[in-house]
Antibody
Framework: EVQLVESGGGLVQPGGSLRLSCAASGFTVSSNYMSWVRQAPGKGLEWVSITYSGGNTYYADSVKGRFSISRDNSKNTLYLQMSSLRDEDTAVYYC???????????????WGQGTTVTVSS | IQLTQSPSSLSASVGDRVTITCRASQGIRSYLAWYQQKPGKAPKLLIYAGSTLQSGVPSRFSGSGSGTDFTLTISSLQPEDFATYYCQQLNNYLFTFGGGTKVEIK
């Protein structure tokens, strides 16, 4: 079964750091484009970051320089390292597999259940 | 690229035809996806490339448009369709979402 399971969320103080994990099963993270998307309480979806299968990475302006996306192919796991956290980073964080076809990403076809990050003193 | 969805919410009855629009601040060709999200759940991909139905999605859902103006149509609203719908542009590597449209029961 194709599945993504996130972990690593929790309560962290402003300025702190946290690393989220996303374990994949049923497919290989290394050969796919993978993204992180977040949703603040009661708000809409916000795309956060993507890593291409070839290694390129991109970030939303709101997290650039503070967040880092990576993967461990041996563990078939995607990560999001978050630092210098702010109150406005409080959200449910989802990892997702990007649906890639004909040389382009067309959407996110597999999602995890989400992990909650709360930034508060 | 910014995406503006309208309306932000709507009330409809089972069996109604529902249309949601998504306007991009600049042309995005056909690189637009639509998602459905129910409370406490992850989003679900419904349509990609503006009008292509994702596998397993009921045919009452359809999408159209290209460039800057797109629509999602539900031809006959079913009880399980009450949810929030989001558009997403994938024209460049900064994949922004629209603000969402909440479809509620009238």
């Amino acid at each position: 079964e194709v599945q993504l399971v996130e972990s690593g969320g929790g309560l962290v103080q402003p300025g702190g750091s946290l690393r989220l994990s996303c374990a994949a099963s049923g497919f290989t993270v290394s050969s796919n484009y993978m993204s992180w998307v977040r949703q603040a309480p009661g708000k809409g979806l916000e795309w956060v970051s993507i890593t291409y299968s070839g290694g390129n990475t991109y970030y939303a302006d709101s997290v650039k320089g503070r967040f880092s996306i990576s993967r461990d192919n041996s563990k078939n796991t995607l990560y999001l390292q978050m630092s210098s956290l702010r109150d406005e980073d409080t959200a449910v964080y989802y990892c997702a597999r990007d649906f890639y076809q004909s040389n382009h990403v067309h959407g996110m076809d597999v999602w995890g259940q989400g992990t909650t990050v709360t930034v508060s003193s | 690229i910014q995406l503006t969805q309208s309306p932000s919410s709507l009330s409809a009855s089972v069996g109604d035809r529902v249309t949601i629009t998504c306007r991009a601040s600049q042309g995005i060709r056909s690189y637009l996806a639509w998602y459905q999200q129910k409370p406490g759940k992850a989003p679900k991909l419904l349509i990609y490339a503006g009008s292509t139905l994702q596998s397993g999605v009921p045919s009452r859902f359809s999408g159209s448009g290209s460039g800057t103006d797109f629509t999602l149509t539900i031809s006959s609203l079913q009880p399980e369709d009450f949810a929030t719908y989001y558009c997403q542009q994938l024209n460049n590597y900064l994949f922004t979402f629209g603000g969402g449209t909440k479809v509620e029961i009238k």
